[in-house]
């Protein structure tokens, strides 16, 4: 198999929901048929943080929401570039943005990573950051890129007020 077939058929495949605890699960990029699995598996809302009019995105958002709104599921879209999940005005952001929706949530991206990061960096005051690393690691990813950026987020909260 060529490096190009190799390449669509991965692009074919189902997602891989990836649990990260019991209200925040992760997949990389969702396809159209991916909707109505996650709507079957119990998934309440989808969060698309995948930028725009990127060459792999299989959905675009307004597409996305048109086939959650269908399915009866909540859609938010918060698209992120690169790094931008180590800030900590998009995590507040972010959290703002889900504090009230139903769960469990489904948060995607490319590959699952920036998702990832995003639950790490929610979970950066409530969890151990061991423990954080280890349940990424189960689920195939490498959250070392943000801990340093977790350990700011706990200062950052308590200077706030907030854990």
């Known amino acids: 198999m060529t490096e190009e077939q190799a390449a669509t058929e991965q692009a074919d495949a189902p997602a891989v929901f990836k649990k990260l605890d ?3 699960w992760v997949s990389g990029n969702l396809g159209k048929d991916d909707f109505a699995r996650a709507k079957e598996q119990g998934f309440k ?3 698309d943080l995948l930028p725009e009019k990127e060459d792999y995105k299989k959905v675009q958002d307004d597409e996305a929401a048109k086939i959650c709104a269908e399915l009866g599921l909540e859609y938010r879209y918060l698209p992120l ?3 931008q999940v180590k800030n900590q ?3 507040d952001m972010f959290e703002d943005m889900v504090k009230d929706l139903p769960k469990p949530w489904l948060v995607y991206c490319k590959a699952g ?3 990832t990061y995003m639950w790490a960096m929610m979970k950066a005051t ?4 061991d423990e954080i690393d280890d349940i990424a690691l189960d689920q195939g990813y490498d ?3 943000v801990v340093p950026s977790m350990e700011k987020r706990a ?3 308590a200077a706030r007020g907030r854990s």
């Open 143 to 145: 959250i070392e890129i």
């Open 81 to 83: 570039y690169g790094f």
């Open 126 to 129: 409530t969890m151990d950051h």
């Open 89 to 91: 005005y998009i995590v």
């Open 155 to 157: 200062e950052h909260l």
């Open 22 to 24: 019991d209200d925040f």
């Open 113 to 115: 990573d920036r998702s």
């Open 45 to 47: 809302t989808l969060i």
